[in-house]
């Protein structure tokens, strides 16, 4: 969070880009609270990073296809 204040007072600063998850933990879990509620406090907005979704996640879209196919549809 000191980095997302420092960087606020920047010339040519625009917001933070994020992954949408750190492990299982998606960037709306209240574990991110403290930095969403600081970005919103500084006016600067969160950018999410797409990423490949979790294995549960894409098993549960892709189940069955080829594995090129179900990794080109997850991203």
């Given at each position: 969070m000191a980095e997302l204040?420092?960087?606020a007072t920047r010339d040519?600063?625009?917001?933070?880009?994020s992954y949408g998850r750190s492990g299982d933990?998606?960037?709306d879990?209240?574990?991110?609270?403290?930095a969403l509620d600081?970005?919103?406090?500084?006016r600067r907005p969160v950018f999410p990073h797409p990423q490949i979704p979790p294995p549960a996640v894409?098993?549960?879209s892709h189940r069955g296809l080829e594995p090129?196919?179900?990794?080109?549809?997850s991203t």
């Amino acid at each position: 969070m000191a980095e997302l204040e420092r960087s606020a007072t920047r010339d040519g600063y625009v917001g933070i880009m994020s992954y949408g998850r750190s492990g299982d933990r998606p960037l709306d879990d209240p574990a991110n609270d403290d930095a969403l509620d600081l970005a919103a406090r500084l006016r600067r907005p969160v950018f999410p990073h797409p990423q490949i979704p979790p294995p549960a996640v894409r098993d549960a879209s892709h189940r069955g296809l080829e594995p090129a196919v179900e990794l080109g549809l997850s991203t």
